[in-house]
């Protein structure tokens, strides 16, 4: 199996742009979760899903940020207008239900 | 609320000694599941190790163990003669059991991690 894809592996943008990050699931898994690394607030939860379905979001720091899964295979997660504090890595990780486990190689995403 | 403390920010030792790593934790559940990941240089996250809270039997995989004592709420990782490439960021996590109609799912919480660099 090749894992949990990310793309693109780095980012860099400027301020106002609209940046869009992808994920590809491990084929099988149930769920699927976005995370965000910093230096100030080390690895936070964003957003996980189940069958497609969003199940929280609470972690979503701001209506800028918007996630979805349109199929079992790919989901998508959106910062428009980005901004600077938005720099970050950003992880996806899928999970075959109760086993949890597997991360993407995450994005580096740099807001000028 | 679940919390996860990794009181070492970040350690440094000589190639071939042994080095443990500590996480302690909070949690209101009496059902949980501890994880170890490693996050070298170039970034990804690698999952090494899941344990629950019922099974407290210490685990050995190759050079590497882990320690789980639910008295002290500890879950704590060693490696043994450690070797340059171990050098990484390791986070501790603890996830936390949502039932949702019939099925469970984890949500982790993470530590803040610990730099370990091996000098060689």
């Known amino acids: 199996d090749a894992g949990v894809i990310q793309s693109p592996r780095h980012e860099v943008t400027e301020m106002g742009q609209e940046v869009t990050l992808r994920c590809k699931p491990i084929?099988?898994?149930?769920?699927l979760f976005w995370y965000r690394q910093t230096m100030m607030r080390g690895l936070e939860l964003l957003i996980y899903f189940n069958n497609n379905v969003p199940i929280d979001d609470s972690g979503m720091p701001e209506d800028r940020f918007s996630a979805k899964m349109p199929n079992a295979s790919f989901s998508t997660l959106k910062i428009q207008p980005s901004e600077p504090r938005d720099s970050a890595v950003y992880f996806c990780?899928?999970?075959?239900?109760?086993?949890?486990?597997?991360f993407g190689a995450g994005t580096r995403l740099s807001v000028l | 609320a679940q919390k996860v403390t990794q009181a070492q920010t970040e350690i440094s030792v000589v190639e071939k000694e042994d080095v443990t790593l500590d996480c302690v934790y909070e949690?209101?559940?009496?059902?949980?599941?501890l994880f170890w990941y490693k996050q070298p240089p170039s970034g990804e996250l690698v999952f090494l190790i899941r344990r629950n809270s019922f099974d407290e039997q210490n685990e050995i995989s190759g050079r590497y163990s882990w320690n789980f004592q639910k008295s002290t709420s500890s879950f704590n990782f060693t490696i043994t003669a450690s070797q340059v490439v171990d050098s990484a960021v390791y986070f501790c996590a603890l996830s936390e059991a949502i039932k949702i109609s019939n099925f469970g799912n984890e949500k982790l919480t993470f530590g803040t991690g610990t730099r370990l660099t091996i000098i060689p």
């Open positions: 949690t209101r559940d009496t059902t949980y599941y």
């Open positions: 084929s099988g898994h149930d769920y």
């Open positions: 990780a899928s999970s075959p239900g109760l086993f949890f486990g597997y």
